[in-house]
Structures are given as structure tokens and as C-alpha cells.
């Protein structure tokens, strides 16, 4: 596997594939990968005849009182992973790269309306950073596919409209989420629970499930929400939002809709901030 840092050698190694008339599959990540992302790596390859992944800790993207300067950079671990799934190639850009006239000097990517709600409400300016990040990444690689994990479901959503919405030539493909065998969603920020919080932890994806099963029994969705959120509290978690929302558009369900549906979590554990989400379907 190939790593390269810079723009122009990124470029070299894509025109070379697309001289041969290969296709490119692409999974932008922020590192210290785990068997979630390396399943990415495995989707892309299924879909692509080549596999770039990248590795960046997209700065505009963490609020002011986010663990961006302690999130795990794990770029040699990261390397050997990739390599073991057969990835072509990883770009690893610095600050610099992907914003050479400084984060606050950034031209700025804003989705509007879906990213209004949920993260967008909880993490100003969370959004408009991923976009932009990613809209940059897309115009540096230029893939035929790009795959995206469904844990951050809001954030697939937000990624599809981008490309919807800008034209841009990339096909957006979801992943499953993948899971402990107690269900806990794997997530880089799972490493940051103690002992005690990891063995309370899969209780999320539980009231998850128990969302689902009250509204098949015909419970309005609003009682659904109270229910579970009272729950996880009960438990010791701290949510920020325990919803339903219409997976296409993660807007409020009418009433007595059943089709479509999804329930979203994200809480706070310790000090350690959890999502996750299920569909109904």
C-alpha cells in the first residue's frame, strides 16, 4: 500500500489507475481505525477495482469543547490495518492540505435544512466542517463510489444531499454498522469508557430495540421517545436526543405512520459521547 501526504502524488497514482481504465472506491476517515472501518475498506473493495482510504482529524468539524486535540491519532496502527484489507493507497493530508489558507479562511460547505436538527442542534457548525472536509476529499480523489458507515446515519444523509444537491459524480454507498457481540456499535470513542461505563454501554442499542417493539405494539411515537429516554437516564446515561424521525429525511413521522422509520440516539456516558440508530424496517 502506497501512503502519500500530498496533493500531487494523490493525483499521480489515480490518473495512472484511470489510464488502465480502473474504477476507484473511496473511505474518508479521521483514523485510529477499528473493525468498522476496516469493513468499509471491504465494501469499497467489492464495489471498486482500486481503494483509497484517507486519514485526516478534519479540525472545522469539532465545537470549541470537543476532544479534538485528544482524539487518538494512531496513524502507524491505522497503515497496517488498511494494508491488511488490501487498500491501494491512504492519503494522509496535514492541516495545511486540506486548508491551505487556514480552517478559519475556509471556503464553507452548509447543507441546509437536515442539518438543523439532531447533531446539528447538539454540535454547531459540526456539519458545515464534515461537508466541507468531505466535498474537498471528493475534488482531491475524484472516486466512482465512496463508502460511509451507517452509524453516523445523520451524516450519510447530509453527504448524499451534498452530492445530490452539487452534481457531484460519486456514488454513495451505505454500510451496516457493525457491532460488539453485546451490540455496543463500534466507534473509535468506545475506548474512552471505563470498565464499568463499557459494561452499561450496550444498553443504548437495547433501548434501541425496545423502541422498536413499542411502536410495532401501536404506542404513538412521542411516548416511545419519553420511554426510552427516561430509561437510558434511569441507567445513567445523559441524553442529548432519543428520537423517531423518517429515515429519508429524518423529519418528524405524522401521525399513525409506520413506514420508513428509525430511532436515533445519542447520550452521554461518563464523559464519553455515544449515537446510534436502528431501523424499523
Given amino acids: 500500500m ?8 494523490l493525483r499521480a497514482a489515480i490518473r495512472g489507475w484511470r489510464a488502465q481504465g480502473q474504477t476507484v472506491g473511496f473511505v474518508p476517515t479521521m ?41 487518538p491519532r494512531t496513524l502507524v496502527q491505522d497503515q497496517a490495518a488498511l494494508a491488511e484489507q488490501e487498500c ?14 487556514g480552517p478559519e479562511h475556509s471556503v464553507s460547505v452548509r447543507v441546509p435544512q437536515i ?19 468531505v466535498c474537498k476529499l471528493f475534488n482531491l480523489v475524484q472516486p466512482d463510489v465512496a463508502v460511509f458507515g451507517q452509524k453516523d446515519f445523520q451524516q450519510l444523509k447530509v453527504v448524499e444531499r451534498m452530492v445530490r444537491d452539487l452534481g457531484l459524480p460519486v456514488k454513495v454507498v451505505a454500510a451496516p454498522i457493525l457491532r460488539a457481540d453485546d451490540g455496543l456499535a463500534l466507534s ?20 434501541l430495540q425496545k423502541m422498536r417493539e413499542l411502536l410495532a405494539q401501536g404506542h404513538p411515537w412521542q411516548a416511545v ?13 445523559v441524553p442529548d436526543y432519543v428520537v423517531i424521525r423518517c429515515a429519508e429525511d429524518l ?24 449515537i446510534d440508530n436502528l431501523r424499523f424496517d
Fill in 188 to 207: 473509535s470513542r468506545n475506548q474512552y469508557l471505563g470498565t464499568e461505563e463499557r459494561a452499561r454501554a450496550p444498553l443504548l442499542h437495547d433501548t
Fill in 115 to 133: 442539518t438543523d436538527t439532531l447533531e446539528g442542534a447538539h454540535r454547531p457548525g459540526h456539519f458545515d466542517g464534515m461537508a466541507t472536509v
Fill in 225 to 237: 421517545e419519553q420511554t426510552a429516554a427516561a430509561r437510558l437516564e434511569r441507567a445513567g446515561f
Fill in 2 to 9: 502506497q501512503t502519500v501526504q500530498d496533493v500531487p502524488a
Fill in 31 to 71: 483514523g485510529n481505525l477499528h473493525a468498522g472501518h476496516q469493513s468499509l475498506i471491504k465494501l469499497a473493495r467489492a464495489r471498486a477495482e482500486r481503494v483509497v482510504a484517507s486519514v485526516f482529524v478534519n479540525p472545522t468539524q469539532f465545537g470549541p469543547n470537543e476532544d479534538y486535540d485528544r482524539y
Fill in 251 to 274: 423529519a418528524e413521522p405524522a401521525e399513525g405512520e409506520r413506514e420508513g422509520l428509525l430511532a436515533l440516539v445519542a447520550a452521554r456516558l461518563g464523559n464519553t459521547r455515544l
Fill in 88 to 101: 491501494d493507497l491512504l492519503f494522509a493530508p496535514e492541516v495545511a492540505t486540506m486548508y491551505p489558507f
